[in-house]
C-alpha cells in the first residue's frame, strides 16, 4: 500500500497569499495517477486537480499542481477566501486507493 | 450536473449490517463510469473502500473486503453499500462517488454519518 504524507498539517496563511502544499508518497506513483481534492464542512468533496498537474473542469488557474515520482505539490498563487478549506491528495495508481492525511489551510 | 445522494440509518447496531444507498442525478449510471464508495471516521482522513461498474464488476480495499458488498440498480439509477459485522471503528462519513478513469473521484455526494453503538 503506498502511503501519503501531507505536511504541513496547518498552513495559516492570509488572503493573497500564495500556498504551497507537499505531498510525499512511500514509493513511486505511477504514471503521474495523482489527484488533489477541496473539502469544505457541510460541502461535496471538490476534485481540483488529476494526473499530478492537469486542472479539473471549472477549477482556477490559480490552482496548479507538479511533480512525479513520490513528492508532489499543490500551489495555490493568490489565496481567495473561499480557498481555505482542507485540501488531500490521492494516488490512484495500485490499489488499494490512498489518501493523504490532509492539510488545512487557515485564515490567519 | 451530477449529483450524488447518500440514505440510509444513521445509527446502526455493533455486529449488524450497514446499509447505504446513493441515488444518482444528471448522469446515465449505465454510462462507462465506475461508482464508488469512501469514507472518512470523525476527525480522521479518508479511506476508499471500493468501486463498481455498471455491469456489475467490483473492486475493493482488500482490508474491507471480506466484509464489503457494493451492487448496483441501474434501473433505479442507484448502487448501494453494505458492511457486515461492523464495530466502533466503522463509525464515519460514508461519500458516494462517481470514479472516471481508473480512479480519479470526480463527484462526491456530500456524505452521511453513520454511527456504530448499542
Known amino acids: 500500500e503506498i502511503v501519503l504524507t501531507q505536511t504541513p498539517g496547518t498552513l495559516s496563511l492570509s488572503p493573497g497569499e500564495r500556498a504551497t502544499l507537499s505531498c510525499r508518497a512511500s514509493?513511486?506513483?505511477?504514471?503521474?495517477?495523482l489527484a488533489w481534492y477541496q473539502q469544505k464542512p457541510g460541502q461535496a468533496s471538490r476534485l481540483l486537480i488529476y494526473?499530478?498537474?492537469s486542472r479539473a473542469t471549472g477549477i482556477p488557474d490559480r490552482f496548479s499542481g507538479s511533480g512525479s515520482g513520490t513528492d508532489f505539490s499543490l500551489t495555490i498563487s493568490r489565496l481567495e477566501p473561499e480557498d481555505f478549506a482542507v485540501y488531500y491528495c490521492?494516488?490512484?495508481?495500485?490499489?488499494?486507493?490512498?489518501f493523504g492525511g490532509g492539510t488545512k489551510v487557515e485564515i490567519k | 450536473q451530477v449529483q450524488l445522494q447518500e440514505s440510509g440509518p444513521g445509527l446502526v447496531k455493533p455486529s449488524e449490517t450497514l446499509s447505504l444507498t446513493c441515488a444518482v442525478s444528471?448522469?446515465?449510471?449505465?454510462?462507462?463510469?465506475?461508482w464508488g464508495w469512501i469514507r472518512q471516521p470523525p476527525g480522521k482522513g479518508l479511506e476508499w473502500i471500493g468501486n463498481?461498474?455498471?455491469?456489475?464488476?467490483?473492486y475493493y480495499n482488500l482490508s474491507l473486503k471480506s466484509r464489503v458488498t457494493i451492487s448496483i440498480d441501474t434501473s433505479k439509477s442507484h448502487f448501494s453499500l453494505k458492511l457486515s459485522s461492523v464495530t466502533a471503528a466503522d463509525t464515519a462519513v460514508y461519500y458516494c462517488?462517481?470514479?472516471?478513469?481508473?480512479?480519479?473521484?470526480?463527484?462526491w455526494g456530500q456524505g452521511t454519518l453513520v454511527t456504530v453503538s448499542s
Open positions: 462517488v462517481r470514479v472516471r478513469g481508473v480512479g480519479i473521484f470526480d463527484y
Open positions: 444528471g448522469y446515465s449510471i449505465s454510462s462507462d463510469y465506475f
Open positions: 463498481i461498474y455498471h455491469r456489475g464488476s467490483t
Open positions: 514509493q513511486t506513483v505511477t504514471s503521474y495517477h
Open positions: 494526473g499530478a498537474s
Open positions: 490521492q494516488q490512484y495508481g495500485s490499489s488499494p486507493l490512498t
